[in-house]
Each structure stands twice: as structure tokens, then as C-alpha cells.
């Protein structure tokens, strides 16, 4: 028998022998968090990161890449392999403040990664010192109008998303503030402690053990009902500011055209590990509370993240840190 013809009578067998197509995930997926180890974005990482392992069947293996205010990671993601093996923690720095304060970050949050869902918030809150004569935030407001200029509020920074929420409310309220920016968030407590500041914009898990302790008071949650981690604290509209929300968000997202079966597991996986009680918990344990189910969607990230985007490109506007 010739050689052809016996590869031919062969090839039969090798269809049948071959394996089919191995199912997405075939090995460990690696979650990136654009900033450094211990902060907000990186607890939540790995409260994901466990359940979505167990149900994918693969390692999710979070890896810290901070610079820039996450730019760093932003700009290398936007250029990987869209494969399903890459994701990255999108939240309010990369996502939505640094292309509405950056000339130029090097990538577009809306064109260059695909939403798999989104988590959580971290709602902000209005807080002040103990010494500050107010009992509630009708009585801050007035406190600030009749002092213009020279009430000091703290943030994680200029450009931060705290320095944008000072700016909304000052816009909102009529406000005149006096923006003392610091290096982090954390930083800020010691001089909120001592007094050394009026008050902070500041994410509710950052400031809610120290109102606890009744070393500072949470004057309202900027949120447009109760907040679940403080049911007892007024939102910002039922204490005087009404319209005034801002919290931190954090979300997953990919490389922008990833495999459709990739994007649909992936997003699955997302969605199972939110709806889980421990999961639930472990976020509202840590500060956060997690997204309504329609968010939890890549179109519904999708969509909040365009509403986002444009809502803190107006913000940097009133805070002077884009042109009109």
C-alpha cells in the first residue's frame, strides 16, 4: 500500500483520537490591581479572587502593579493579549479620574477594555472634626458660607476622587472650601484627629471605625438611600445636600475584543461569586457594598462606566483640573 493511501485510511482515526477543544479556562487567570498591596481595591481583589477561582476551576492570581494612579497597569492592560487570561481591577482612579485630568493617559477607558461587571461601592462620606462647632450638615453648610474660604477639607490628593467630590459639593452647595490635599487617604486622619483640618470627603470604610470610636462624626453618607454599613447615618440629600453621591466603585474589566466565550465565562464567574452570603458579607465587612444585579453585567458596567466617565470629566471641570 502506497504511503498516501495509508495516510489517508489514517486520518479517520486521528480525528477521532484528537481531543476536542478544551472549554475556557485552560489555565491560571491573573487579576491585576493597579495599585499597591492593602489598599481598598486590593482587599476586594482577593475577595474575588477565591470564590471565582473555585468557580472556574483555574488560580485567579491577583497581581499588584501600582504607578501613576494606575495608569501604569491601565496602559500595559490596554495593550495585552485580549485572550480571557488578563483582567484587571477597574475602579475610579484608572477608569475614570486620570482620563478626565490626563492630557493624554496613553489609553481610552471606553475603547480599550471590555467590562466583565461590576462589583461594588465604597460609599463616601462627609465628615468633621469633634471641635468643629456643627451637629449635623445643615449646620456645616451654614458654618462654611459664613466663614467663605476658610473651612479646610481634606483629600487623598489632588486629582484624587475625593478632590472631585469636594468640588462637587462646594458646586452643589454654593460653597467656598479650602482643599488641603495629602499624599493618601490614610494621611489625612491624624490631622482630622488633631483638628489640624475641618474636615474630609472620604470613603466610609477608611473613616467609619474612628466615628465608631466617636473620635470624628460622619455628618452623612453620600448616597441616595441608607447605607447598608450605616444604616443609622443620614444620606447627604435627607441632611441638606440633595443630589450630592459619590462613592469609590470597584469592577473587573478585560483587553478591549476578548473571545466571546471567554467574556460570557468570565462575567458568569463574576456574577456567582457576588451573589454568594460570604461574599456579600467579607465586602460589606471591608467598607463596601455590593453593585445591584444588573451592574454585575458587562453591559450594565459598561453603562456606568460611560455615565461615570462623564459625570467626573464635569467634576474636574469645577475643580479646575480640565478646561471647559
Known amino acids: 500500500m502506497s504511503a498516501p493511501r495509508r495516510a489517508l485510511l489514517a486520518l479517520p482515526m486521528l480525528l477521532v483520537a484528537r481531543p476536542a477543544a478544551a472549554a475556557f479556562p485552560e489555565r491560571a487567570v491573573r487579576l491585576v490591581v493597579p495599585y499597591a498591596a492593602g489598599g481598598n481595591s486590593d482587599v476586594v481583589a482577593r475577595i474575588?479572587?477565591?470564590p471565582m477561582s473555585e468557580i472556574l476551576g483555574q488560580p485567579v492570581?491577583?497581581?499588584n502593579r501600582p504607578g501613576a494612579g494606575g495608569s501604569v497597569a491601565s496602559l500595559a492592560m490596554a495593550r495585552s493579549r485580549a485572550d480571557g487570561y488578563s483582567l484587571m481591577i477597574g475602579s475610579n482612579g484608572p477608569m475614570t479620574v486620570n482620563p478626565s485630568i490626563q492630557p493624554n493617559p496613553g489609553y481610552d477607558p471606553l475603547r480599550d477594555f471590555a467590562p466583565i461587571g461590576l462589583a461594588c461601592r465604597t460609599p463616601h462620606t462627609i465628615?468633621?472634626?469633634?471641635?468643629l462647632p456643627v451637629r449635623d450638615l445643615r449646620e456645616f453648610i451654614t458654618y462654611a458660607q459664613?466663614?467663605?474660604?476658610?473651612?479646610t477639607v481634606g483629600s487623598s490628593g489632588v486629582g484624587s476622587s475625593g478632590h472631585l467630590a469636594?468640588?462637587?459639593?462646594?458646586a452643589l452647595t454654593g460653597l467656598t472650601l479650602?482643599?488641603?490635599?495629602?499624599?493618601?487617604?490614610?494621611?489625612?486622619?491624624?490631622?482630622l484627629l488633631a483638628g489640624n483640618v475641618d474636615a474630609s470627603i472620604t470613603e466610609i470604610s477608611t473613616i467609619m471605625p474612628l466615628h465608631r470610636a466617636g473620635q470624628v462624626r460622619i455628618l452623612a453618607v453620600a448616597t441616595a438611600g441608607r447605607s447598608v454599613l450605616a444604616p443609622d447615618i443620614p444620606t447627604a440629600g435627607e441632611a441638606g445636600a440633595?443630589?450630592?453621591?459619590?462613592?469609590?466603585f470597584i469592577g473587573v474589566v478585560q483587553p478591549a475584543n476578548p473571545p466571546a466565550e471567554a467574556q460570557a465565562t468570565l462575567a458568569a464567574a463574576l456574577a456567582a461569586a457576588l451573589a454568594r452570603p460570604d461574599?456579600?458579607?467579607?465586602?460589606?465587612?471591608?467598607?463596601?457594598e455590593v453593585a445591584a444585579e444588573e451592574e454585575r453585567t458587562p453591559a450594565g458596567f459598561a453603562a456606568f462606566l460611560d455615565a461615570e466617565l462623564r459625570r467626573t470629566q464635569a467634576a474636574a471641570v469645577r475643580a479646575r483640573l480640565r478646561p471647559a
Not at 279 to 288: A, D, M, P, W
Open 166 to 170: 469636594i468640588a462637587s459639593f462646594a
Open 146 to 151: 459664613e466663614r467663605r474660604g476658610q473651612v
Open 279 to 288: 461574599t456579600v458579607r467579607r465586602l460589606n465587612e471591608s467598607g463596601s
Open 242 to 248: 440633595a443630589g450630592f453621591r459619590e462613592a469609590a
Open 48 to 50: 474575588l479572587a477565591a
Open 178 to 191: 479650602q482643599h488641603v490635599p495629602y499624599p493618601s487617604g490614610g494621611q489625612i486622619l491624624p490631622d
Open 61 to 63: 492570581v491577583v497581581e
Open 127 to 131: 465628615v468633621v472634626k469633634n471641635g
